[in-house]
């Protein structure tokens, strides 16, 4: 997938009425939806991949569920193969980013006393290709 390419819209979403996988107002459902532009990088049935929009990283992106579950917990409760989805989309993703062998962090700020800001569940893959990442965490 190319970065211009847009998020698949739902393909069952249901016809009139609210759709139940997402939430109103959520930036990131907005984006899964394409309403909201973003610089996709992966995508998978269950998954959407797109760059950091205040990058921590050489390498920084989100990879998100495309239907609305608050948080990883959450997401690994309700919907366990879609966690074990993003993890994989993660690991692909820092690999063609040209991390070497793949290697990346996955972190998961997991409530707002732990910075989380978007409450739609989504893994951060910070990768430096060519290089280090900053930090030990
Ligand atoms: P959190 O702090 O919830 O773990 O991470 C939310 C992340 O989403 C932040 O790193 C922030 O930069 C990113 N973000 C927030 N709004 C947008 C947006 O509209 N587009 C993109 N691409 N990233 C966003
Ligand atoms: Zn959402």
Known sequence: MTDSDQATPRRDAPAGGADPRRQDGCVFCGIVAGEVPAELVASTDAVVAFRDLAPQAPLHVLVVPRDHHPDVVALAAEAPGVLA?????????????????????????????????????????LAAPGGELAGSL
């Open 85 to 125: 989805d993003l993890v994989a989309t993660g690991a692909r993703v820092a690999a063609d980013g040209g991390a070497a062998a793949g290697e990346h962090r996955l972190v998961f700020n997991t409530g707002a006393s732990a910075g989380q800001t978007v409450h739609h569940a989504h893994g951060h893959v």
